[in-house]
């Protein structure tokens, strides 16, 4: 699968706003869409912002999706 909609997935399975930030340029990091239109190629420094109850559990999940390169599979954020 594509990093953005792996991204957008593991982001969707919480309840917070998440935000991704490159360049000044902020999107919803729910939206496959938005993500791409953000240019983040791989090597890119991006900021990942959550608000809501499960903040901090949804910015662990998607810290370690990009660490592990985007090879987690399904169920596993």
């Excluded at 949804?58 to 169920?75: C, D």
Aim: aromatic share 6%; net charge negative; glycine share 8%.
């Amino acid at each position: 699968m594509r990093p953005a909609y792996l991204f957008a997935e593991t982001a969707a399975r919480f309840d917070s706003q998440i935000e991704v930030e490159k360049d000044d340029i902020r999107i919803d990091g729910k939206s496959v869409l938005s993500i791409l239109t953000l240019g983040a190629a791989q090597g890119s420094e991006v900021s990942i912002q959550a608000t809501g109850s499960d903040a901090q559990d949804a910015i662990h999940a998607l810290e370690q999706l990009v660490v592990s390169g985007f090879n987690m599979t399904r169920g596993e954020a």
